[in-house]
């Protein structure tokens, strides 16, 4: 079946813009993740949610980014008043999240941000 | 708090042995796991150890040590396609009881000729 999607790709904006970017897991997954990458930096947890059970945003960097999952699907991460410092690559995960194993993690290709 | 420790580089000739170490601090602890990437992909999951000891993958190896909070990823017959980074990644107890991924800063691992 089809892997974890991400739109847009690319995505370049002006600072103080708001930008939506949009995840569409793999169908079945239960658990969704946002991560945010920066150039030849680590992965930086942003936010999770798992079934119906209220989200972990506790990676969120300020009250300008938040996150929605719809019907348990698609979610999209929203920077508001985007600022420069928010410039990074920003993948989704998702992952089956069995009670045991790895929970393995699968990721989209990212959508890479760029505000000028 | 969680915090995870590997190197942030190493630098290997093709059919080399590379260990890339992982050292960690957790709360609670279910897993360790590994992940590769390569420049402008996805991440992409390698291995995972839940209990102490070595699993094997074809060329690549993942070993954990509990009782030391330590793990490795070990790649062998090094190829040229295995330049990449490599997280490592710790599934560890948070406060809904299941756990998240905690992932490591990543070892760019370099293949040279």
């Known amino acids: 079946g089809a892997g974890v999607s991400q739109s847009p790709s690319n995505k370049v904006t002006e600072k103080g813009k708001d930008v939506e970017l949009r995840c569409d897991p793999i169908?079945?997954?239960?658990?969704l993740y946002w991560y945010r990458q920066s150039l030849g930096q680590g992965l930086e947890f942003l936010i999770y949610?798992?079934?119906?059970?209220?989200?972990?945003k506790s990676g969120l960097p300020s009250d300008r980014f938040s996150a929605e999952r719809t019907g348990g699907s698609v979610s999209t991460l929203t920077i508001q008043r985007t600022q420069q410092e928010d410039s990074a690559v920003y993948l989704c995960?998702?992952?089956?999240?069995?009670?045991?194993?790895?929970?393995?993690?699968?990721f989209g290709p990212g959508t890479r941000l760029t505000v000028l | 708090g969680q915090s995870l420790e590997q190197p942030s580089e190493v630098t290997a000739v093709e059919g080399a042995i590379v260990q890339i170490n992982c050292t960690y601090q957790?709360?609670?602890?279910?897993?360790l796991s590994w992940y590769q990437q390569h420049d402008g992909g996805a991440p992409t999951f390698l291995s995972y150890?839940?209990?102490?000891g070595l699993e094997e993958t074809g060329r690549f190896s993942s070993f954990l040590s509990r009782s030391d909070s330590y793990g490795y990823l070990l790649l062998q017959e090094l190829q040229m396609k295995d330049s990449a980074s490599y997280f490592c990644?710790?599934?560890?107890?948070?406060?809904?009881?299941?756990?998240?991924?905690?992932f490591g800063a990543g070892t760019q691992v370099v293949v040279t000729p």
């Open positions: 995960a998702s992952s089956s999240r069995r009670e045991t194993g790895a929970d393995t993690q699968y």
């Open positions: 949610f798992q079934g119906n059970s209220a989200p972990d």
């Open positions: 150890n839940a209990l102490d």
């Open positions: 169908s079945g997954h239960t658990a």
């Open positions: 957790t709360s609670g602890f279910y897993g």
């Open positions: 990644a710790v599934r560890a107890l948070t406060t809904d009881s299941w756990g998240k991924l905690q």
